[in-house]
């Protein structure tokens, strides 16, 4: 049995520059070691992220999370065995004590958490994939259809677009790496089609690796990706997706796409009529993070696969809401949202046991760290959600997918793919 011999954090970069959290947790079969993501456009229901609020990193430094690692959770934490993970995140949650993760802050939580579940398929001799698919209980592994966000807007671009991603979904390829080789060529041909439309600053990429291009109407992007996609012969392979991020054009009532101010109703017909229009398949956060009801219409007036991000927080309580109310199809799965892998894996439980789509996702603050990847296979999410083919912090998931593939030869999820 392998004993947690150390448990050491500090403070590293993510990929905008910002402080994060790393954990290293030492056994009797080695280090393992894991990393925390963080995300611009975030909800309110949001597990606490700690923050210094200091002069270094104008406010961002968090070495109060790396104190409460190496000062409060290793001292309980050593001698224990990593293999328990729900013991291992259930003390976890004990010391921290409070609902939102306030006091010990969920980035310190969830560095532990994660580091462990690593140093639990290493003691095991097992791949972090088959340690996550053995504590979920999943019955079979698969490859999942990466959501390549190659478009960006709102927070996560400098441009005027208001949605926040345009993403392209390969659901009809062969594997993943086909999927991937799709995703890859649809990327270098926009990035031909905007440079020539615009020249190279329409080039510049975003937080997650899409370009953001001067496009100020909604249509335009969808346009301009849809005419790639033909021209490359993929129109009966590839599917769109965007991710609204709506709380952030949300104001006073009314929600404001273009400058011009829409009721939610208003808002729900633009939906309906984008998805008439082009191969719009996946829609994320359509409308403010507490509206309940206004996803449940389009979930039940649409055959669109309607995502929860900001309205789920990958929070079982939220998740019981949006089940009872019927209000989306899908669950976007991030674990910085909650705080332990343990708390993740009841997320995903409940959105399978209700026959939704769960899409594990990045956030667009992120670092090299690959968790996710094994994340996805370990539960068999149909999809993920890692950004564009290019900057290494996005590839570094897409990457571990293609060798846990080769490793596998499991099935890639695009061959069964529907919307609930």
């Known amino acids: 049995?392998?004993?947690?011999?150390?448990?050491?954090?500090?403070?590293?970069?993510?990929?905008?520059?910002?402080?994060?959290?790393?954990?290293?947790?030492?056994?009797?079969?080695?280090?393992?070691?894991?990393?925390?993501?963080?995300?611009?456009?975030?909800?309110?229901?949001?597990?606490?992220e700690l923050r210094d609020h200091a002069k270094p990193f104008f406010g961002q430094s968090v070495m109060k999370a790396v104190e409460n690692i190496n000062k409060k959770i290793a001292p309980k934490i050593k001698g224990k065995n990593p293999a328990d993970q729900r013991a291992i995140d259930a003390l976890l949650l004990a010391l921290d004590g409070t609902e939102n993760k306030q006091k010990l802050g969920a980035n310190a939580l969830l560095a532990v958490s994660l580091a462990n579940a690593r140093a639990a398929a290493q003691a095991a001799h097992i791949p972090l994939y088959q340690h996550i698919k053995d504590v979920s209980g999943?019955?079979?592994?698969?490859?999942?259809?990466?959501?390549?966000?190659?478009?960006?807007g709102g927070k996560h671009a400098g441009n005027t677009l208001d949605i926040q991603e345009y993403m392209i979904l390969p659901t009809g390829a062969k594997s993943f790496a086909h999927a991937l080789q799709m995703g890859s060529e649809i990327y270098h041909a926009l990035k031909q089609k905007l440079t020539a439309d615009f020249g190279k600053i329409?080039?510049?990429?975003?937080?997650?690796?899409?370009?953001?291009?001067?496009?100020?109407?909604?249509?335009?992007?969808?346009?301009?990706?849809?005419?790639?996609?033909d021209k490359l012969g993929y129109s009966n392979e590839v599917k769109l997706g965007i991710d609204c991020a709506a709380s952030t054009y949300w104001k006073g009532g009314k929600y404001y796409l273009e400058g011009k101010g829409m009721t939610a109703d208003e808002l729900l017909h633009f939906y309906e009529n984008l998805a008439e229009n082009y191969p719009l398949i996946s829609i994320e956060d359509p409308f403010m993070e507490d509206d309940f009801e206004h996803f449940a219409e389009l979930t039940r007036h649409s055959e669109l696969q309607v995502v929860g991000d900001d309205l789920l927080c990958t929070n079982p309580r939220r998740i019981n809401a949006a089940i009872a109310k019927r209000s989306c199809n899908a669950l976007l799965?991030?674990?910085?949202?909650?705080?332990?892998?343990?708390?993740?894996?009841?997320?995903?439980?409940?959105?399978?046991?209700?026959?939704?789509?769960?899409?594990?996702?990045?956030?667009?603050?992120?670092?090299?760290?690959?968790f996710i990847a094994d994340l996805s296979v370990g539960l068999a999410s149909p999809l993920i959600k890692s950004g564009a083919p290019a900057r290494g912090e996005r590839l570094a998931k897409y990457n571990q997918l293609l060798r846990i593939e080769e490793e596998t030869k499991a099935p890639y999820a695009g061959k069964h793919f529907r919307i609930p």
Request: proline fraction near 6%; hydrophobic fraction near 40%.
């Open 202 to 229: 329409a080039v510049n990429v975003g937080d997650e690796g899409g370009f953001a291009p001067p496009y100020t109407c909604v249509e335009e992007p969808l346009e301009a990706i849809s005419s790639v996609i």
């Open 333 to 370: 799965l991030k674990v910085n949202q909650i705080g332990t892998l343990t708390e993740a894996l009841r997320a995903a439980a409940l959105a399978r046991e209700n026959k939704w789509n769960i899409m594990a996702s990045h956030r667009s603050g992120e670092t090299e760290d690959p």
């Open 138 to 152: 999943t019955k079979k592994i698969t490859l999942p259809i990466p959501a390549l966000n190659i478009i960006n």
């Open 1 to 48: 049995m392998a004993k947690i011999l150390s448990v050491q954090a500090r403070q590293i970069l993510d990929s905008r520059g910002n402080p994060t959290v790393e954990c290293d947790i030492l056994t009797s079969a080695g280090l393992a070691r894991a990393s925390v993501p963080s995300g611009a456009s975030t909800g309110a229901h949001e597990a606490w």
